[in-house]
């Protein structure tokens, strides 16, 4: 049986995400003086049994980190065995601190880049970055 213990994800959502830190960084462009975004320490988000999992917001991307299938369980010998559960736990993390959550990957178009060579993508959705 296969199982996650280890999860990043992010999602792009198309508002400035809330503070859940007392401090910021604002990003500005010298050059146009265009802001660019706001950035916050990452959050350590402690659960029981000594598990945590960071939760990283820059502006409008969420970026969760973790072990979802040790988060606040007693039995964790077997872990999850697929992303949906995986991302019910974080979602379940992320409402409990009042921010919005992860939703599927619906649609993936592809944007020019400020380089002619390189394309963007645009999702309406969660984007794993790795897992184990």
Same mark, same amino acid.
């Given at each position: ?58 502006? =409008?991307? !969420? ?8 988060? &606040?369980? @007693?039995?964790? +010998?077997?872990? /999850? ?27 993936? =178009?592809? !944007? ?8 963007? &993508?645009? @999702?309406?959705? +969660?984007?794993? /970055?790795?897992?184990?």
């Amino acid at each position: 049986m296969i199982f996650y213990d280890w999860l990043s994800i992010y999602q792009d959502f198309d508002f400035e995400l809330p503070m859940l830190s007392d401090r910021a960084s604002i990003e500005i462009d010298t050059v146009s003086g265009e802001h660019l975004g706001t950035k916050q320490p990452i959050k350590k988000h402690e659960g029981s049994f000594s598990t945590s999992v960071q939760i990283k917001i820059s502006g =409008n991307r !969420l970026t969760v980190t973790g072990n979802p299938s040790r988060f &606040n369980r @007693l039995d964790n +010998l077997f872990g /999850l065995t697929s992303i949906d559960q995986c991302v019910y736990v974080y979602n379940q993390i992320l409402l409990s601190l009042g921010l919005p959550v992860f939703t599927k990957c619906t649609q993936i =178009n592809y !944007l020019q880049g400020k380089t002619e060579k390189k394309l963007e &993508n645009l @999702l309406t959705g +969660l984007l794993l /970055l790795r897992f184990t």
